[in-house]
Nanobody, 125 residues
Framework: QVQLVESGGGLVQPGSSLRLSCRAS????????IGWFRQAPGKEREGVSC????????YYANSVKGRFYISRDNAKNTVYLQMNSLKPEDTAVYYC??????????????????WGKGTLVTVSS
């Protein structure tokens, strides 16, 4: 079965860190560009980060730049989102995506091939 499964979400205090994982099954991530999106209650979905399978150049939303880091481990068929210095405004459901695109420019508008079901991150004191 082809799917992406996120994990690692939870309830944390402001200033804490979390690492989200997204494991692919049924296909190999090696030739896919990866994205992370999030959607907070009552807000539009936001493209958080992207990592190309060609140039390896990461993209980040301004709201997370310097705090979040995207990476991939092709041997484990898994992608990660390391989230540091978390803020209450980072509270959202986080989704990973995979698509047959070569680069990340314009990733927010891509028609992604696969989406995970999401993992909830809540940042609250």
């Amino acid at each position: 079965q082809v799917q992406l499964v996120e994990s690692g979400g939870g309830l944390v205090q402001p200033g804490s860190s979390l690492r989200l994982s997204c494991r692919a099954s049924g296909f190999t991530l090696d030739y896919y560009t990866i994205g992370w999106f999030r959607q907070a209650p009552g807000k539009e979905r936001e493209g958080v980060s992207c990592l190309s399978h060609t140039d390896g150049k990461p993209y980040y939303a301004n709201s997370v730049k310097g705090r979040f880091y995207i990476s991939r481990d092709n041997a484990k068929n898994t992608v990660y989102l390391q989230m540091n210095s978390l803020k209450p405004e980072d509270t959202a459901v986080y989704y990973c995506t995979a698509g047959r695109y070569d680069y990340c420019s314009g990733f927010r508008d891509y028609d992604w091939d696969y989406w995970g079901k999401g993992t909830l991150v809540t940042v609250s004191s």
